[in-house]
């Protein structure tokens, strides 16, 4: 059973997660990992979720404020052997209702060209694609999407 727990990145199983993320991002982005690295700090996050499987770390999850009632969602990971089980859409439903108890009404994100997974998981669940935003514009590997918290329903 999978179970979710909110903290922040102070989170030593949330760090261990972010590194096995950032090993996996390294290889798929190559030459630009290092840039986009730069963009993806975990200092200083409040709102980290953990998921965890049987008290095993399987997945996490973060918001930052990006603006007022706009909160960006940071640092979705899934451990390769939990993939394919909807931890990934758990986690993310979590994130939003955080969000909405934080009153924020809108959800940003970016991921990468790279990882067609996380395209299709942020489509499945209700986010829009739009025009690479802030610290992404001019990123070519970059694909931003956006979701309005306050339209329905959330899978």
């Not at 209702?97 to 299709?120: D, F, H, M, R, Y």
């Not at 942020?122 to 802030?134: I, T």
Request: hydrophobic share 35%; with cysteine.
């Amino acid at each position: 059973m999978i179970t979710l727990q909110r903290s922040n990145s102070d989170n030593e199983n949330f760090q261990a997660l972010v590194t096995l993320l950032d090993q996996e991002l390294k290889e798929r982005d190559g030459e630009e990992h290092l840039f986009l690295a730069q963009l993806n700090k975990t200092d200083h996050l409040e709102y980290v979720i953990v998921a965890y499987d049987q008290d095993i770390p399987v997945a996490c999850g973060a918001l930052r404020a990006y603006a007022p009632g706009v909160m960006e969602v940071k640092r979705m990971y899934v451990v390769l052997n939990k993939r394919g089980q909807g931890i990934a859409s758990k986690m993310l439903h979590a994130l939003e209702t955080w969000c909405k108890e934080l009153n924020s009404t809108t959800c940003v994100l970016e991921t990468g060209k790279n990882q067609p997974e996380a395209i299709v998981l942020y489509k499945k669940n209700g986010y829009k694609q739009v025009p690479n935003f802030g610290q992404y514009v001019g990123v070519e590997n970059s694909v931003c999407f956006e979701k309005n918290l306050t339209e329905g329903t959330t899978p």
